[in-house]
């Protein structure tokens, strides 16, 4: 097994898939090694469904901590 997509840091380009908040958490899927991206809270949402089928879970939320992002969340 290897990892075709290579790791990368996240930044504010990178937008979560459900909600267009800026994203922390890339998650790449096992079987088709499609990319799919988080903001925190939605990354909690999915991920006890999603992790298990994903071959890496890259997760930046300790960044949240960091910087207070300016979010429109919600
Ligand atoms: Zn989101």
């Not at 990368?8 to 799919?36: F, H, I, P």
């Not at 300790?62 to 207070?68: G, S, Y």
């Amino acid at each position: 097994m290897t990892t075709a997509v290579a790791s990368r840091e996240l930044n504010s380009l990178d937008r979560c898939d459900r909600c267009g908040a800026q994203a922390y958490v890339r998650a790449v899927l096992e079987s088709s090694a499609g990319e799919l991206l988080f903001c925190g809270h939605h990354a909690r949402t999915v991920e006890a469904t999603l992790r298990p089928m994903t071959s890496e879970w890259q997760d930046e939320t300790a960044r949240l901590h960091e910087k207070e992002p300016v979010s429109v969340d919600d």
